[in-house]
């Protein structure tokens, strides 16, 4: 089976603006989480959908949304881009609530 | 909540030694125990994971860990590091919540090998 992809893999974006990233689970896994991960914060729980509802979200601010398909694929969105959102965007599937695998990672530079 | 905690931030051990990772966990009830290892620049790989069973277990890359519920800890051992182990590891726990699975991961410690 093929892993979970993650688009892009690099985007360099400058401040007020907007991105969407792309994650492709594992096929036949309905679970995508997302994740945020900096020097500073470590790993940290942006939000989690499963069959196309959001079942958890973490602690972030409102820019930070996201949606999944009926094909369970995942995107997020950043609006209104700030410096510290720099950091790499880690995408996780599993099939119910078994064991998270991972993308690559996007990595985002804010300028 | 669960709470996840690797005491060491950065470790060095030489390349043919041995190697133990701690990692202390805070849950009411059993977790659900995982390493995970991330190269630079990469997404995380599944080492192992503890669901229930046999407090041992075996993982890939010739990584085991050990359950030990009396200490609440879940510590990563290899027996002989080789330089490709340098990378930085996670400890996760994961529990179910609503229906779900919520998973907190540790700070990570990082792994330095030397020659």
């Known amino acids: 089976k093929a892993g979970v992809t993650q688009t892009p893999r690099y985007l360099i974006k400058t401040r007020g603006q907007q991105v969407t990233l792309s994650c492709s689970p594992i096929s036949g896994h309905r679970s995508v989480s997302w994740y945020q991960q900096t020097p500073g914060q470590g790993l940290q729980f942006l939000f989690e959908y499963f069959s196309e509802t959001q079942r958890n979200k973490g602690n972030f601010p409102g820019r930070f949304s996201g949606r999944q398909f009926s094909n369970s694929r995942s995107e997020m969105n950043v609006s209104t881009l700030e410096l510290g959102d720099s950091a790499l965007y880690l995408c996780a599937s599993s099939f119910g609530e078994e064991t998270q695998y991972f993308g690559p990672g996007t990595r985002l530079l804010v300028l | 909540a669960q709470s996840v905690t690797q005491p060491d931030i950065h470790i060095t051990v030489s390349e043919g030694a041995s190697l133990e990772l701690r990692c202390n966990y805070s849950?009411?009830?059993?977790?659900?125990l995982f390493w995970y290892v991330q190269s630079p620049g990469q997404g995380l790989q599944l080492l192992l994971k503890y669901f229930s069973g046999d407090t041992l277990v075996q993982g890939i890359k010739g990584f085991e860990a050990e359950f030990k519920r009396s200490q609440s800890s879940f510590n990563l051992r290899k027996p002989s590091v080789h330089w490709s182990d340098a990378a930085e590891y996670f400890c996760a726990v994961g529990a179910s919540s609503g229906g779900y699975q919520k998973v907190t991961f540790g700070t990570g410690t990082k792994l330095q090998v030397i020659p």
């Open positions: 849950y009411g009830a059993t977790p659900y």
